[in-house]
């Protein structure tokens, strides 16, 4: 079987733990690109918190928000793009009230959080010490009332994230969000759950991606660590999981490789792709 489309989550599996790129990750990366492979990343993260160095490798394609949007790179095209419901907005909205919760929603590739919540973690890290403080701040814009402001667009939401410092409160919250109707709940982090539309999913766009393309997932190889990767990871051929992945997600996977901060992208593509 000849890899056509290799499906690359970033955080916890392209990305080491400090979130960059290794050398021999972007190596392989461009390696596959030049054998003819279309690269594309599938990312929890809005259009613009993908860092720079990823962009700046030979993607093709790009799924932010968890798959949200399908983004043709090279022809600046948007393929898919779903949002959240409004009734969905409705239905949660009385969580942005909740001060143990960080709440952040995905406008147009941009992520959004409260004033109060970004000085919080601006001016001390003890709040949300669970948090990963030098991404949030420079990714994520502060508005003053991040509830009105979600009410305010409550057509274009893209994705809503609820971050916990608290898992007996994120699984209280979990049951509660399980019973929304047409809404998908995932999640990237244990400290975190992600909402979208119902036909959001990094495995449905990825699927997607494969019928315009016309290939077929038999053909595809995926690389993902988090549960939001779980369902890409069961449709592909080739499905590979970092060993940093829990036992959930590897068990989703045919195979298992190096660790996100042992380079086991570039030890995937090169055992799949490169066969060296």
Same mark, same amino acid.
């Given at each position: ?130 948090? !990963? ?11 003053? =009332?991040? /509830? $009105?402001? %979600?009410? @305010?667009?409550? !057509? ?11 898992? =007996?409160? /994120? $699984?209280? %919250?979990? @049951? ?17 759950? $992600?909402?979208?539309? @119902? ?73 799949f792709i490169l066969k060296d």
């Amino acid at each position: 079987m000849a890899v056509k489309l290799l499906v690359l989550d970033l955080d916890g599996t392209t990305l080491t733990d400090t979130k960059g790129i290794s050398v021999e990750n972007a190596n392989a990366i461009r390696k596959a690109s030049e054998s003819g492979v279309k690269v594309v990343i599938a990312t929890g993260r809005a259009l613009t918190s993908i860092p720079e160095y990823i962009l700046d490798l030979p993607i093709s394609y790009i799924l932010p928000s968890n798959g949200s949007k399908i983004i043709d790179i090279k022809n600046e095209k948007i393929l898919l793009e779903n949002v959240v419901p409004s009734s969905v907005i409705r239905d949660v909205i009385h969580f942005f009230d909740d001060e143990e919760i960080m709440m952040e929603i995905f406008i147009d590739d941009k992520a959004y959080v409260s004033s109060a919540d970004y000085n919080a973690l601006l001016n001390s890290h003890e709040k949300f010490s669970y948090r !990963d403080r030098e991404y949030v701040l420079r990714t994520r814009i502060p508005v003053d =009332d991040l /509830k $009105e402001f %979600t009410l @305010e667009n409550i !057509d274009v939401i893209e994705n809503i994230n609820f971050n916990f410092g608290c898992q =007996d409160k /994120k $699984e209280d %919250t979990r @049951e509660y969000l399980s019973d929304v109707k047409d809404a998908s709940l995932t999640s990237s982090f244990p400290h975190n759950l $992600e909402m979208g539309n @119902e036909n959001t999913s990094k495995g449905k766009s990825v699927k997607f991606l494969c019928d315009h393309l016309l290939i077929s997932l038999e053909d595809v190889m995926s690389m993902g660590d988090g549960l939001n990767d779980t369902e890409m990871l069961e449709i592909t051929g080739i499905s590979v999981a970092p060993s940093n992945a829990s036992d959930l997600v590897k068990k989703s996977a045919k195979y298992v490789t190096k660790s996100n901060n042992e380079h086991g992208v570039s030890v995937a593509i090169k055992e799949f792709i490169l066969k060296d």
